[in-house]
């Protein structure tokens, strides 16, 4: 079974840039898709962006559309998730996660999940 490791997060300020990364190792993403959601203290976990290997199609979510880019290196087995122009409320918990199923933006889409790497953006 592939498992997922997520780096890149930090304290940084606001309209700085990070780019968060997802390493599998194991198997490979062909066939999946590999998502990234956050989960901020005291909320729901909430979906961010998501790329289906097969056919390279990605969503991303209002709340970081033109901020943020999901992009994959196939030979490095890793998603990456580059966030540009942060603002407060994009600090939360982190996780990539791989699954199979249909809606890219669903959760209970995906199988396995990585520990999650922590983003902080201050005022």
């Known amino acids: 079974q592939v498992q997922l490791v997520e780096s890149g997060g930090g304290l940084v300020q606001a309209g700085a840039s990070l780019r968060l990364s997802c390493a599998a190792s194991?198997?490979?993403?062909?066939?999946?898709?590999v998502g990234w959601f956050r989960q901020a203290p005291g909320k729901e976990r909430e979906f961010v962006s998501a790329?289906?290997?097969?056919?390279?199609?990605?969503r991303t979510s209002e709340a970081v559309k033109g901020r943020f880019t999901i992009s994959r290196d196939d030979a490095q087995k890793t998603v990456y998730l580059q966030m540009n122009s942060l603002k407060p409320e994009d600090t939360a918990l982190y996780y990539c996660?791989?699954?199979?199923?249909?809606?890219?933006?669903?959760?209970?889409?995906?199988?396995?999940w990585g520990q999650g790497t922590q983003v902080t953006v201050s005022s």
């Open positions: 194991g198997r490979t993403f062909n066939g999946y898709s």
């Open positions: 790329i289906r290997y097969t056919g390279g199609i990605t």
């Open positions: 996660a791989v699954g199979a199923g249909l809606s890219l933006s669903l959760s209970q889409n995906y199988d396995v």
